[in-house]
């Protein structure tokens, strides 16, 4: 059975720090991309991190770079998303990404909510 749990999110003031986890099983994580993806209320899901399966390149979403770090532990079949300097807009629903040719897993999201 097939399982991406994240963790890690909640209310956090402008300016602070989150740690995102996305604890997976049920497939060969090692073998699969990963990516976080985030939607707010009235908006399309959007692609915020990604990093590969082998060498772990990673892409980043403009408005996150230089403030969102993306990273896995295939020992553990974790991937992370640090989230620094949040600001209000990065307020959504953010949900973790497997993807390996034809397959695809979502997990079933996390809050973070950034307000003071």
């Known amino acids: 059975q097939v399982q991406l749990v994240e963790s890690g999110g909640g209310l956090v003031q402008p300016g602070g720090s989150l740690r995102l986890s996305c604890a997976a099983s049920?497939?060969?994580?090692?073998?699969?991309?990963m990516n976080w993806y985030r939607q707010a209320p009235g908006k399309e899901r959007e692609l915020v991190a990604f990093?590969?399966?082998?060498?772990?390149?990673?892409v980043y979403a403009d408005s996150v770079k230089g403030r969102f770090t993306i990273s896995r532990d295939n020992a553990k079949n974790t991937v992370y998303l640090q989230m620094n300097s949040l600001k209000p807009e990065d307020t959504a629903v953010y949900y973790c990404?497997?993807?390996?040719?034809?397959?695809?897993?979502w997990g079933q999201g996390t809050q973070v909510t950034v307000s003071s």
């Open positions: 990404n497997a993807r390996w040719r034809s397959s695809q897993y």
């Open positions: 049920g497939f060969t994580f090692s073998n699969y991309a």
């Open positions: 990093i590969a399966s082998a060498l772990g390149n990673t």
